[in-house]
């Protein structure tokens, strides 16, 4: 006997891939088990009991031409009966060898071939049709995506994050809308009643009682939220990799069709050849020389028996070729390359869950024939919705409130600032920090302000960096009054969010980005006119003029930045309207000369250009018109001299022309009489004019990075000097007047070619070691008690 078990290897399947077996595919299978042991039956037959039995036919040579069992055939019970009595007892004359020898010459010659062969064509077609069914579960194009796509449904429907994320949505919808932490109190106590089985999940001791606080901890574990992470992940390049092509939908096709191509052919030939199998076989051979018989009369001993399992395959095949005419019926009457999640948006709540094609909405048909809830629960990884919400958990397990603290520091302007960089999303947590007073996030992609803004009641100062952001009414309600300083760095300035303009209690807008290249030239920015407070306002971008909206709080902006980044400034006229700006800055504008504009400025206090491109500063005479002009910064230019009409210039009081292409300065600088702070370092200067000691209120002298060979003795005539940077000159010599300098308190000299240090040094009371920058052996050879008053504390 052949044990049925030797065929397992034909129909072995992994148990997890039933998922993908319709209900048609298991009976097809089951269909398949009763033909194969149909044929198997057959063949143990076949092999181990004669295949048939023959008698020489003693008719006359006369009658030969009348078949030899004609006499055998059924013509009555008395006539059968009575011919058998006549031929009852009648010697044959045949040995055993010979009557082996007639069974199987008969067998191959006069037996048919359907009645020879037909418990090994039965075990044929069932392992082509066994193939044809598990044929795509086998193929390398295929069962790489069907095993990988079973291991991630197998994950997605036993992952805890499907049972909470469902039960989110159950709680919303019973309960109404309610705060994100009362939407997780419902999920907590209702989740495991609607889990379903065999999902991890931890139940409450008390499900009735209500859980104040945010109960994500008990649910989603941290390593279970990163499980829940990678497996989005997963599903996304999954999603892309399977919906490019259609090998599944195509290869399931073709085995079907080729399923039913062999099963009417099959059925045909069954249905021709089944009365071919009799019990009396006539045989006619030419062995009258061997045994002295040519004719026989044979008994098909397993003919009754294979007719019978003949019509018993015949009826197993057509209720299998049904079974594939319905499959592809149900492969063609709807289109399976396209799966869509209208039922489950609508159950669960969804509604972001898209639509597939391809392979991989075909398998979510397969997988809908077997169990619409792996669907259901499958869709759950497809939400980007879900998607936030989990890493908003996982934020909220990584940034706890004590670790947030950790982080709280003062800025520069005093104020208790959290700065958080480059994370997936912004923590539920960071709400918690009611004494937070300054919010700066950078590199954080999609942040949605939550309704717990509202607990910083102390916050006054908000950048995004690189952080698009979005601000629910009811927040924007809660910013409006409350925001003073507000930072927005983005790529495009297109990308500023409108709300930011809607803050009518703020007093800075920063804002950094480029104008599109089709708006740069216009530099178009959103309307200021609810800004009814500002006073710092801050661009830095491309535009080719001054912005137009900036008019709109021309009554009350006292600071305008401008940072163009290289790109000509051309347009400034707009500037005038700006009455009572107090500082300007026009930094790296491309300017070549002092826009003209700027002179109508009569508030105007403070003026930066620095990084431009100007050359001679001869409208300088125009800035006696700005009265209150303090503080001019000229730095970073290629300014090649200073005109003589400095001297109208009496209001200045600091004057920075660093980085800069001068060789001299002016004697009337000396006339500048309010200048406190003048710095002129990193230039070409060999000399300076003796009247810089006509500067009585001159406090800080610049003058590093220079070729000065000597300094005019006036120059100590400064007596409110406290800084002197002269470091990196070529002074051979510094002049015993600098004891002179009783309030300097601090001196650097380092890089020059100093043999030694004047002893009057120790005059200066206000010098000590830690402010003179100089080189070591000169500062060793000032006297020791010089030294010693030094470095007093």
Known sequence: MIPVAEFKQFTEQQPALKVLKPWWDVLAEYLTVAMLMIGVFGCTLQVTQDKIICLPSHEPQENSSEAPCQQLLPRGVSEQMGGLREVRGLKNNLDLQQYSFINQLCYETALHWYAKYFPYLVVIHTLIFMVCTSFWFKFPGTSSKIEHFISILGKCFDSPWTTRALSEVSGENNKGPTTGRATVAVAATAGPGKAGE?????????????????????????????????LFEKVKKFRVHVEEGDILYTMYIRQTVLKVCKFLAILVYNLVYVEKISFLVACRVETSEVTGYASFCCNHTKAHLFSKLAFCYISFVCVYGLTCLYTLYWLFHRPLKEYSFRSVREETGMGDIPDVKNDFAFMLHLIDQYDSLYSKRFAVFLSEVS????????????????????????????????????????????????????????????????????????????????????????????????????????????????????????????????????????ATLESLRELKQLKVLSLRSNASKVPASVTDVAGHLQRLSLHNDGARLLALNSLKKLAVLRELEL???????????????????????????????????????????????????????????????????????????????????????????????????????????????????????????????????????????????????????????????????????????????????????????????????????????????
């Open 198 to 230: 065999g999902e991890k999940e931890k139940v409450l001791a008390e499900p009735e009682k209500v859980v104040t606080e945010p109960p994500a901890v008990t649910l989603l574990d941290k390593k279970e939220g990163e499980q829940a992470k990678a």
């Open 387 to 522: 998607e936030s919400r989990l890493k908003q958990l996982n934020l909220n397990h990584e940034w706890t409130p004590e670790k947030l603290r950790q982080k709280l520091q003062r800025n520069a302007r005093g104020r208790l600032e959290l700065a958080l960089c480059m994370l997936p999303g912004l923590p539920d947590t960071v709400f918690e920090l009611s004494e937070l007073e300054a919010l700066r996030l950078e590199a954080i992609c999609d942040i949605t302000f939550p309704p717990g803004l509202s607990q910083l009641v102390h916050l006054q100062e908000l950048s995004l960096l690189h952080s698009p952001a979005r601000l629910p009414f009811s927040s924007q309600i809660f910013l409006r009054d409350r925001l003073k300083v507000i930072r927005v760095k983005c790529e495009e300035l297109r990308e500023v969010p409108l709300w930011v303009f809607g803050l009518r209690g703020l007093e800075e807008l920063h804002l950094e980005g480029l104008f599109p290249p089709e708006l740069a030239r216009a």
């Open 587 to 793: 930094v790296a504008c491309g300017l070549e000369r002092i826009p003209h504009a700027i002179f109508s400025l009569g508030a105007l206090q403070e003026l930066d250009l620095k990084d431009n491109h100007l050359r001679s500063i001869e409208e300088i005479l125009s800035f006696q018109h700005c009265r209150k002009l303090v503080t001019l910064r000229l730095w970073h230019n290629q300014i090649a001299y200073v005109p003589e009409h400095v001297r109208k210039l009496r209001s200045l009081e600091q004057l920075y022309l660093s980085h800069n292409k001068l060789e001299t300065l002016p004697s009337q600088l000396g006339m500048c009489s309010g200048l406190r702070l003048l710095d002129v370092s990193h230039n070409g200067l060999r000399s300076l004019p003796p009247e810089l000691g006509l500067l009585q209120n001159l406090q800080h002298l610049a003058l590093s990075y220079n070729a000065l060979e000597a300094l005019p003795d006036e120059l100590f005539f400064c007596r409110k000097l406290r800084t002197l940077l002269l470091d990196y000159n070529h002074l051979s010599q510094l002049s015993p007047q600098v004891g002179a300098l009783r309030a300097l308190s601090r001196l650097e000299l380092k890089g020059n070619r100093l043999e030694g240090l004047p002893e009057e040094l120790g005059n200066c009371g206000g010098l000590k070691k830690a402010g003179l920058l100089v080189e070591d052996t000169l500062y060793e050879g000032l006297p020791a008690e010089v030294r010693e008053k030094m470095e007093e504390e």
